[in-house]
């Protein structure tokens, strides 16, 4: 029977305790959610700064449909590219400080367009093992072009000086998430600057995680490291976690950024995304830059659950950021953890391999400025009682 494979595949993931399923959300995201018909406190989502579900960005999305209509009806390189479009990268140019934009409609769609396209013939990439699986898929585009790519240990500045200094490859990337999704550890972006004027390498960043967050009035990690926006950095962020919407752009150079619109084939190949999604945007993109107190309470919230989970039997990775994981271990163990939480009324899913490596299935903390005191004192008892 044509589909025997499929059907044994997916009998051992269920086996090996790997099967996913999908939640039915039944509310706008937000601090409380009502999911497959129960109301929850949600610690799921990437909404870091509580905009998803804010009024403001709403009307003008609203808004936006009625003057733009519902779609963008072609790439922006044929007839899709709209007034809203334009504006939008511009604000975010003028938020990140380089000189120029591109809009995406996925930070996906972003991350496959920018190391392929950069990389090219003869180049080597070094990307650091625990990038996003995005930032993995356009490593593997890169080598079928005829990139060579080598992989360095997380966060090894040695190892990836060792790789550097070993290639005479012409063009060199350094490719690297700046907050690791799955760990909420930042990336030593000084060092890895560093290391790119020394070697002449470009510095990919996907700052999907730390835009809207980090740095001076949201800016990012780049900012909040205080690196300059320099024309060998290529930033990648995206719109739909702390920006609270959907989307991406890639930050750079007038050179760079034009050469990914001429050459990106996911930037060139895609329907540009609804106007209306870019007013919402813009409406965002100006909430972020006045978002300082959203942000100090956030970073309130991070040091209240640290603080409270600092004795608990499973370890909270080391992570000044939104994204705080329990690690549990076993991926059973993991599931039963987030069922019972989920039986408190609070929502942590498990996450478990290959989205993490064999043995560190963990709960995935995910805090936003939405979320109270009062919240976070909620998780902190249910953990101890269940630990």
Same mark, same amino acid.
């Given at each position: 029977m044509i589909e025997t494979r499929l059907t044994a595949e997916l009998k051992a993931l269920a086996d090996a305790g790997l099967s996913r399923r999908r939640r039915i959300l039944e509310s706008p995201c937000g601090r409380r959610v009502t999911v497959d018909g129960e109301n929850?406190?949600?610690?799921?989502?990437?909404?870091y700064l509580g905009l998803a579900g804010h009024a403001e960005i709403a #009307?003008?999305?609203?808004?936006?449909?009625?003057?733009?209509?519902?779609?963008?009806?072609?790439?922006? =390189?044929?007839s899709g590219h709209?007034?809203?479009?334009?504006?939008?990268?511009?604000?975010?140019?003028?938020?990140? *400080?380089?000189?120029r934009a591109l809009t995406f409609s996925t930070g996906y769609l972003a991350n496959l367009a920018v190391?392929?396209?950069?990389?090219?013939?003869?180049a080597a990439v070094f990307a650091d093992k625990l990038n996003h699986a995005s930032l993995i898929d356009a490593m593997q585009l890169a080598k079928a072009q005829g990139a060579e790519v080598r992989r360095y240990p997380h966060n090894d500045m040695a190892a990836l000086e060792s790789m550097l200094a070993g290639t005479a490859a012409p063009t060199k990337l350094i490719v690297s998430d700046a907050v690791f999704s799955m760990d909420g550890d930042l990336a030593p972006l000084p060092a890895l600057?560093?290391?790119?004027?020394?070697?002449?390498?470009?510095?990919?960043? +996907?700052?999907?995680?730390?835009?809207?967050?980090? *740095?001076?009035?949201?800016?990012?990690?780049?900012?909040?490291?205080?690196?300059?926006?320099?024309?060998?950095?290529?930033?990648?962020?995206?719109?739909?976690?702390?920006?609270?919407?959907?989307?991406?752009?890639?930050?750079?150079?007038?050179?760079?950024?034009?050469?990914?619109l001429q050459k990106g084939r996911s930037y060139i190949f895609t329907t540009a995304q609804p106007p209306a999604l870019?007013?919402?945007?813009?409406?965002? =993109? #100006?909430?972020? $830059?006045?978002?300082?107190? !959203?942000?100090?309470?956030?970073?309130? !919230?991070?040091? #209240? =659950? !640290?603080?409270?989970?600092?004795?608990?039997?499973?370890?909270?990775?080391?992570?000044i950021t939104a994204i705080q994981p329990l690690?549990? *271990?076993?991926?059973?163990?993991?599931? #039963? =953890?987030?069922q019972a939480l989920w039986e408190r009324r609070l929502w942590l899913p498990a996450i478990r391999p290959p989205t993490v490596p064999p043995g560190?299935?963990?709960?995935?903390?995910?805090?936003?400025?939405?979320?109270?005191?009062? +919240?976070?004192? $909620?998780?902190?008892?249910?953990?101890?009682?269940?630990?």
């Open positions: 929850l406190l949600n610690f799921a989502s990437n909404d #009307q003008a999305l609203a808004a936006g449909a009625i003057k733009w209509g519902a779609g963008s009806g072609a790439s922006h =390189l044929v709209q007034s809203p479009h334009e504006a939008l990268e511009k604000e975010i140019a003028a938020l990140t *400080g380089f000189p190391t392929p396209t950069l990389a090219g013939r003869g600057f560093a290391l790119a004027e020394r070697y002449d390498a470009w510095l990919i960043i +996907d700052d999907a995680h730390g835009f809207g967050v980090l *740095g001076a009035h949201g800016a990012g990690s780049l900012a909040h490291f205080n690196l300059p926006p320099s024309p060998r950095i290529v930033l990648m962020g995206t719109l739909g976690k702390a920006a609270g919407v959907g989307g991406a752009f890639v930050a750079g150079s007038h050179s760079s950024i034009d050469y990914l870019a007013c919402a945007l813009s409406k965002s =993109l #100006q909430l972020i $830059a006045e978002g300082d107190a !959203r942000r100090a309470h956030l970073m309130a !919230r991070i040091a #209240q =659950l !640290r603080d409270g989970l600092s004795h608990l039997p499973q370890p909270l990775l080391p992570s690690i549990v *271990g076993d991926n059973d163990a993991a599931v #039963q =953890l987030s560190t299935a963990r709960l995935r903390i995910s805090l936003s400025a939405a979320h109270t005191e009062a +919240d976070i004192d $909620a998780l902190i008892s249910a953990l101890h009682a269940l630990t």
